[in-house]
């Protein structure tokens, strides 16, 4: 549920009152985990001398045990007395909590003042070992300015959650580092940088060894950065008051393996790419040549057969041409229909004659070892249409549908022809195509098919969604 949804059914807040909250709570997730604390904003609940809390935050840089969501919970005023004394003083508290038998956790709490009453309460509940940390009460202290100077329209991204292994700096208003945690320090060990407190944030020590800086375009805030043989991303919040710098935090995440993993996968997909382009350009040639040799036969029944197998060719090449032009290793089932039924338009029609074509539903993906089967089974069972729906006639229609079932995607692949001649499946079958449209289905696909006359020539194929499955964890 959103922070709104959560103000107008657990409060009694106006429209006015929520939005201002909902801009505070756009920085909690950064406030949480710079000063490693369970992060809740209580509020004043529907019910007369109760708390609620409408929105909470966990840290992603320390272990919480403080699991239970107190969202929409109707909470005592007499359980919460920290609570109570910060919005009956409009000020700032310290306590503890006893989450555990003898364990106890600091409590923060900052009122929220709206016309000088306190419409809300952010309390900060931390783990005791972790307020002894080196530059707590610094992250204290920003969090706290965070806070109440959290601007009109904060970005979410800006303010996002940190891990554990982001580098935090803070400056102070002239841009004079004044904080600094272990991993900042270590990225900056290895440029040569002993020691960073005090040093000026735009110092020609800092930056002397960067080699390439990048703004990212929909996070003007981040920079992707080259430095030294390290790569990575800093992340810029200024904190403002009445347009002057209070204070500026920096995040720097190292993304030097994902980037280098990321060149790796590009390599490898350019290879692929290349890979499927020469398989293409194969697969034209053995069909070129298998063209040449059907002009030089004298059978007509040598002629067919051979562009019969020119035909089954480029059907596969389909596939391999829709893999060379992108990275990814899954085709769309009804592209490479449209391009076999293009193909086929242009090796084995009649200029005279006149294909309509008909697409209905949904789209499929397929990995390529399947849409490579399936595009040998459209080709076959198009060229059946063609070669028997059609005959005597200079117009057809050939129609795809894509549907699902609970268990299978349906495809069927429809004509408008003459039919199944009577008797046709006691009659014993001499069609290689049928044999390779069942042989595939069936045995390579765990699939289902039917063949029926209905207004023409239906063949419905089934292919079970766990079969895909299976096909996918193998590759």
């Known amino acids: 549920m959103s ?116 419409i809300a309460v952010i309390c900060f509940e931390i783990n005791y070992e972790d307020t002894q940390t080196r530059g707590f009460t610094r992250l204290l202290k920003t969090a706290f300015i965070i806070l109440e100077n959290a601007p009109k329209k904060a970005d979410n991204k800006m303010y996002r959650a940190i891990s554990s292994r982001d580098g935090i700096i803070i400056t102070d208003k002239n841009e004079r580092i004044i904080f600094a945690n272990m991993v900042a320090s270590r990225i900056y060990h290895v440029l040569g940088v002993s020691n960073l407190l005090g040093c000026h944030l735009f110092d020609r020590q800092l930056t002397l060894h960067i080699r390439k800086e990048t703004i990212l375009p929909r996070c003007p805030y981040e920079k992707e950065i080259e430095v030294g043989n390290l790569v990575l991303i800093r992340r810029d919040i200024p904190i403002n008051e009445a347009g002057n710098l209070l204070t500026r935090i920096v995040i720097l995440s190292d993304v030097t393996e994902i980037r280098k993993k990321d060149k790796e996968l590009k390599i490898k997909s350019a290879v692929i790419q290349e890979i499927h382009h020469r398989v293409k350009n194969n697969l034209q040639t053995i069909a070129s040549l298998l063209r040449l040799q059907a002009r030089r036969s004298n059978s007509m029944e040598v002629k067919e057969a051979l562009k019969e197998s020119v035909n089954r060719i480029l059907s596969i090449s389909v596939v391999h041409e829709f893999l060379s032009q992108q990275g990814d290793e899954n085709i769309d089932v009804m592209e490479v229909t449209k391009n076999i039924l293009q193909l086929i338009q242009q090796n084995m029609l009649d200029s005279h004659f006149k294909l309509e074509t008909e697409f209905i539903g949904e789209t499929i993906i397929l990995p390529s070892k399947q849409a490579s089967n399936l595009a040998l089974i459209i080709n076959e069972l198009i060229l059946n249409s063609i070669e028997h729906g059609f005959l005597g006639r200079n117009y057809g229609k050939i129609g795809l549908k894509i549907s699902q079932s609970d268990e299978a995607y349906i495809i069927e692949l429809y004509d408008n022809g003459n039919g199944l001649p009577e008797n046709f499946f006691d009659l014993p079958t001499k069609s290689l195509g049928l044999q390779i449209v069942r042989t595939l289905i069936e045995g390579d696909m765990n699939g289902s098919f039917d063949l029926y006359n209905d207004n023409g020539v239906h063949a419905k194929i089934a292919i079970p969604y766990k079969f895909l499955m299976e096909s996918e964890v193998d590759v």
């Open 3 to 118: 922070f709104l949804n959560n103000c107008r059914q657990f409060t009694n807040l106006s429209a006015m009152k929520a939005n201002f909250l909902q801009r505070i709570n756009t920085v909690l997730p950064l406030v949480s985990d710079l000063v490693h604390a369970h992060v809740a904003m209580y509020t004043f609940s529907k019910k007369e001398n109760y708390f609620t809390v409408v929105s909470e935050f966990e840290p992603h840089t320390t272990y919480n045990p403080i699991k239970q969501s107190l969202i929409g919970k109707e909470i005592p005023k007499v359980q919460e007395p920290l609570i109570d004394k910060t919005i009956k003083f409009k000020s700032k508290y310290e306590g503890q909590r006893e989450l555990d038998f003898g364990k106890f956790y600091q409590m923060y709490t900052i009122p929220i003042v709206v016309d000088y009453e306190v």
